[in-house]
């Protein structure tokens, strides 16, 4: 999978999500109704799953949904870039914004890491689903709880199902997680055969313009 391809994925897949369950539970209670496209890439382009998506893109709920787990990634890819480099860890000087930079710069000037950054992109994907798929369910939970409050026929077992696939949500993320860090690591391991000197030489960089911003 490229970068740009997981960038467009990520950014109409909540929309698709909210169709499908917008379907589900418009179907469960019979409150409305609507024909799901036969192919998934039929609905992609429309403005049935482009509004909601770019709504959803504007706020923070994906970021936050997933942040527990981005955090996890980030920051054991941060201590290995330190470890191989034998550079002893400041975590005010060595941030993850300040390493993320050189981790990527050097994936994307090896050619030997183009296949295992597709792969962690692809797994980049089904991670941030994950994330949208447990905000749109627990959004459709409230909604649900909602219908069933009122009297909707079916209300209470949407509740039910939306609160059930949300839970799955986090054991779900929790594995991905652990792949993207295995990723990682293979990422790492190359970048410590192929280009060790370039990565030591750039964290001393970093440790340069930290020291001389305090100066």
């Known amino acids: 999978m490229s970068l740009s391809l997981q960038k467009w994925l990520r950014f109409v897949t909540p929309g698709f999500l909210i169709l499908v369950f917008s379907w ?4 469960a209670t019979g409150l ?27 706020t923070p709920l994906r970021s936050s949904s997933n942040q ?6 980030t920051e054991t890819l941060r201590q290995r870039l330190l470890e191989i480099s034998g550079i002893n860890d400041d975590k ?9 930079g050189i981790f990527f710069s050097l994936i994307d000037s090896d050619k030997s890491l183009e296949k295992k950054a597709s792969i962690a992109y692809f797994n980049g994907y089904i991670w941030t689903t ?18 069933w409050l009122a009297g909707a026929p079916n209300g209470g077992l949407c ?19 652990k792949q993207h860090v295995k990723i990682g ?6 970048i410590e055969h192929n280009h060790l000197a370039l990565l030591k030489e750039k964290l001393g960089a970093v440790r340069d313009r930290f020291n001389n911003q305090g100066n």
């Open 185 to 190: 690591e293979e990422q790492i391991e190359i």
């Open 68 to 73: 527990k787990y981005f955090n996890t990634v």
């Open 159 to 177: 509740a039910v199902i939306f609160l059930v696939l949300a839970a799955l949500s986090f054991p779900a993320s929790s594995y991905v997680t």
């Open 130 to 147: 994950i994330a949208d798929i447990r905000v749109v369910a627990l959004s459709f939970f409230a909604l649900s709880v909602g219908f």
């Open 32 to 58: 409305w109704g609507f024909q799901l496209p036969e192919k998934p890439q039929e609905a992609l382009p429309t403005l049935t799953v482009l509004i909601p998506a770019a709504i959803y893109y504007l």
């Open 92 to 100: 005010s000087i060595y941030t993850w914004n300040r390493l993320r």
């Open 24 to 27: 589900f539970l418009g179907k």
